[in-house]
């Protein structure tokens, strides 16, 4: 690692000799200022060590650490170290990045903020538009609701095990909980299989089982016009239109009985509503993955009682329930995988 000289500035006088130390060109910029026994080590332009040393500073020589190199949160609070400091500490520490878009959520506090905290998550992570979560999603379309903070949010396109998805995070949702049900999708053998995703989305599922677990075809279907769109633009991006059949509207509309080897079921709370047209398409045999959210705990019970009730005479097994992620206190997103006879 390269080597730069360094300035010692006791804390008790780095307010005052910091700034000065910049605003008369004697730091080096292109290096980061460190903390070390009660002094902060502040990078020095060759050329200017004998200015630093007039000032009463000692210095000593150390590896030059980058700007770049410092942790995301450290630079971002240095930018915003004028908002008092208890707003400071409960600035965000997770984000989500979506090709040149990245939302955070932030506490009501915070927003007075706004467009500083944009610019800045802007400039330190290096994207074009920064915007708020600030309710989740909602209604029957889980549509989110977002504020931008800073520039103009676009379609971006998120690179994931291999999928390409391309979408508006204003208008459609990307939910990176069911990161690990995106994976496994991937990984199933559904060769010559004929599957149903009765929710599909812009593809969260679809695409990958469609890319890679062999099926033979996919029939997607999206109630949301917006949704349906990049779901489109999906199948396009990810090549994989002679595998899938996209289907616009309800999917209680779609046609046919007991031709589903397989069904995708990934939507939550109101679920067991489309059971009865899930049983419909099941051939015998059929494995269902069914999402809904339970009270932890009960979720076997509850699932149980669903297929019983959408099932009549036909036999069923649960052959696994896991949790996708938590959903509220004491309420989690799980998924069980339901084989129907």
């Keep these: 690692m390269r080597q730069v000289r360094e300035a010692k500035v006791p804390e008790d006088r780095a ?6 130390l910049f605003d008369d060109g004697i730091a080096d910029p292109s290096a980061r200022i460190t903390r070390a026994e009660g002094f902060r080590l502040v990078p020095i332009k060759e ?11 000692e210095m000593i020589t150390g590896p030059a650490y980058s700007e770049q190199s410092r942790p995301p949160m ?61 309710s989740g999603v ?26 390409s ?46 890319k890679f677990s062999g099926a033979r075809k996919v029939f997607a279907c999206e109630k949301n016009p917006d949704s349906y769109g990049y779901l489109l633009k999906n199948i396009a991006l990810n090549d994989v239109g002679d595998v899938v059949i996209p289907i616009l509207g309800d999917n209680r509309d779609i046609p046919g009985r007991a031709f589903a080897d397989r069904i995708l079921m990934g939507y939550v709370q109101r679920t067991s509503e489309f059971l009865p047209k899930a049983m419909q398409m099941a051939k015998p045999g059929c494995m269902i993955h069914y999402h809904d959210t339970f009270p932890v705990g ?12 959408a099932c009549g005479n ?14 509220a206190p004491s309420v989690s997103h799980y998924v069980a995988d339901v084989r129907v006879f």
């Design 15 to 20: 307010s005052e000799l910091i700034p000065r």
């Design 47 to 57: 050329e200017r060590c004998g200015d630093a040393i007039a000032l009463g500073l």
């Design 74 to 134: 450290e630079r971002i609070k240095d930018i915003l170290d004028d908002i008092p400091s208890y707003d400071l500490a409960h600035l965000p520490e997770k984000w989500e990045i979506a090709g040149d878009v990245v939302t955070v959520k932030l506490r009501p506090s915070l927003f007075q903020y706004g467009r500083r905290i944009g610019e800045a998550y802007a400039e330190v992570l290096g994207v074009s538009a920064v915007l708020a979560d600030v």
């Design 138 to 163: 909602s209604g029957e379309f889980r549509v989110p609701d977002m504020k931008v903070l800073y520039g103009e949010p676009k379609e971006s396109v998120k690179v994931e095990n291999g999928i």
């Design 165 to 210: 998805y391309c979408f508006d995070v204003t208008k459609v949702m990307f939910a990176s909980g069911n990161l690990f049900e995106r994976k496994r999708m991937e990984g199933l053998d559904c060769s010559g299989e004929t599957v149903v995703d009765m929710f599909c989305g812009i593809g969260y599922f679809t695409l990958p089982l469609a």
């Design 298 to 309: 009960k979720q076997e019970e509850m699932t149980f009682s669903a297929f019983s009730d």
């Design 314 to 327: 036909r036999r069923f097994e649960i052959e696994s329930i896991r949790e996708v992620k938590s959903f």
